[in-house]
Nanobody, 124 residues
Framework: VQLQASGGGLAQAGGSLRLSCAASGRSVSDHIVGWFRQAPGKEREFVAAIAWSRGSTLYENSVEGRFTISRDNAKNTVYLQMNSLKPEDTAVYCC??????????????????WGQGTQVTVSS
């Protein structure tokens, strides 16, 4: 599986961005796709995940209610809509695929394939 994240950029606090994660090489429709982020000097952390087949979702506490993860079957793409952005959301965001089909996980080690990141910068 190859994953390509895009859509990052510069936003003001309170603004919005939508990230895309396009999968190629194989369908991810039977798996779980997650978003992670890594801020400078910090460890990579979980942001959100979606179980493709069921549409069930999981969010990190600090983004719940502000971020929405969704998928587009026809495009084999997962989106992360980020609203009400805060400066602390500044990070490199990347997507990953967990070949599991059922159990949404926050753990980095659960994910099998990783894409390159896209930079999100939120100014105050």
């Amino acid at each position: 599986v190859q994953l390509q994240a895009s859509g990052g950029g510069l936003a003001q606090a309170g603004g919005s961005l939508r990230l895309s994660c396009a999968a190629s090489g194989r369908s991810v429709s039977d798996h779980i796709v997650g978003w992670f982020r890594q801020a400078p000097g910090k460890e990579r952390e979980f942001v959100a995940a979606i179980a493709w087949s069921r549409g069930s979702t999981l969010y990190e506490n600090s983004v719940e209610g502000r971020f929405t993860i969704s998928r587009d079957n026809a495009k084999n793409t997962v989106y992360l809509q980020m609203n009400s952005l805060k400066p602390e959301d500044t990070a490199v965001y990347c997507c990953a695929v967990d070949l599991d089909a059922f159990f949404l996980s926050r753990k980095i080690e659960a994910y099998d394939y990783w894409g390159q990141g896209t930079q999100v910068t939120v100014s105050s």
